[in-house]
């Protein structure tokens, strides 16, 4: 195994146990290393430290061992397996819920990897070549791991990087078995899931929790959700009972599918109407008096470098939301720009309620569920950020 040499001093992260390293720690690295090879990384005085996947770009390490062991077949199985253990061990696989996410990277100590479980499919995302590489094997301990599982799909093509050259990196499809159309079960409600077109492994999982709270302030309010995709805000208002939901969202094939998940729950749809239109477009001419806003739109900063602007979009969203909700409603915010952390987010929501002048008090304050754990080394994996507030 080839090795990566470490500067003086610039193996403490890793003596932390964070899951990273920079290639500015790095002094040098052995000739012939090649993006997705697994590398020892060894500190200036010529100690072990750890064992990952080589990169090329600011994380030139992702870590999957800090112990000198073989990663083999045996240490995928173990580390999938314990992995589904912490599911299981939070109830997620119920006869009301077959959705949620087996894999989540960093948090279950396999940097560069998401893997979410729709019923009898999976579907898994590689974020670096060392784990494109063993995509087939870790399919194969998917079918034979997680109980009832038949298929597994590789969606890749958008999650890799792009200085890699992997010829075969730009098709998705399936490493076993096959599905055409598939119907996930969350806390109950149904979901169409289109892993084929729709975005991410084709459903924002990480809201469960969020979307169930929504329902018990749904009874008899009107609710707005923003930036809705596939609705899932939406239907868990009208389950809980909502005088009326407004689903927007700027994609019209995001309405097509709210549309259709409203219908899949729900005989009696009068109560629901979508409206494919600009989130700010939406909110600057919306007349209705709503009890209830949803705001959870996609990551404002997906890279460091646009944070300042990320900030002004999130103050000015909750700006004008705060501007139009109904004197003694309550406002959803979030927020799923890793680069922005829940201080920054807290701020710029901060500020847009003192421009509005609006007395506001915090009733909750959210987060990603458990089966989208935070490794305790890993802060940066805290990545969705919420607040629940009561607008007077």
Not at 216 to 234: A, E, I, P, Q, R
Not at 302 to 322: C, E, I, V
């Amino acid at each position: 195994m080839k090795k990566v040499y470490l500067r003086k001093g610039k193996e403490d992260s890793l003596l932390r146990f964070h899951p990273w390293v920079f290639s500015g720690a790095i002094a040098k690295v052995d000739e012939g290393i090649e993006e997705g090879d697994l590398v020892k990384v060894i500190s200036s005085s010529g100690r072990f430290v750890a064992i990952g996947h080589f990169q090329i770009g600011s994380i030139a390490v992702r870590v999957l061992s800090f112990e000198d062991r073989d990663i083999n077949r045996l240490f995928w199985e173990e580390r999938i397996s314990a992995a589904y253990e912490v599911r299981k061990s939070l109830h997620l696989l119920r006869e009301d819920n077959n959705t949620f996410r087996l894999i989540h990277g960093e948090g279950d100590l396999l940097p560069g990897l998401i893997i979410d479980i729709y019923g009898d499919s999976a579907v898994i995302q590689a974020h670096s070549v060392g784990m494109h590489y063993v995509r087939q094997t870790i399919a194969e301990i998917l079918i034979a791991t997680v109980d009832g599982l038949k298929n597994v799909y590789y969606k890749s093509e958008t999650t890799l990087p792009f200085k890699a050259e992997l010829n075969d990196a730009k098709e998705n499809g399936y490493l076993i078995g096959s599905m055409s159309d598939a119907v996930g079960i969350e806390n109950g409600v149904k979901f169409h899931i289109d892993w084929l077109r729709g975005q991410k492994t084709g459903f924002f999982i990480d809201q469960r929790e969020n979307r169930a709270l929504l329902e018990h302030y749904s009874t008899g309010k009107k609710v707005l959700n923003m930036f809705c995709y596939t609705g899932g805000f939406s239907c868990y208002a009208m389950r809980g009972g909502a005088e009326l939901v407004h689903s927007v969202d700027s994609s019209s094939k995001a309405i097509d599918l709210t549309n259709k998940n409203i219908e899949l729950n729900f005989q009696d749809t009068s109560r629901h109407q979508s409206f494919a239109v600009d989130a700010f477009k939406f909110l600057d001419e919306m007349k209705t008096d709503y009890d209830v806003i949803v705001l959870d739109p996609p990551a404002f900063a997906k890279h460091r470098s646009a944070l300042r602007n990320a900030l002004q979009g999130y103050r000015k969203l909750n700006a004008k939301a705060f501007e139009k909700i109904k004197s003694g409603g309550v406002l959803f915010t979030f927020s799923c720009s890793q680069a922005v952390n829940k201080d920054q987010f807290r701020l710029a929501v901060f500020s847009a309620a003192a421009q509005s002048k609006r007395k506001v008090r915090i009733l909750h304050q959210l987060t990603q569920p458990a089966d989208h754990p935070i490794n305790i080394y890993h802060p940066e994996g805290e990545y969705l950020k919420g607040l629940v507030l009561y607008v007077e």
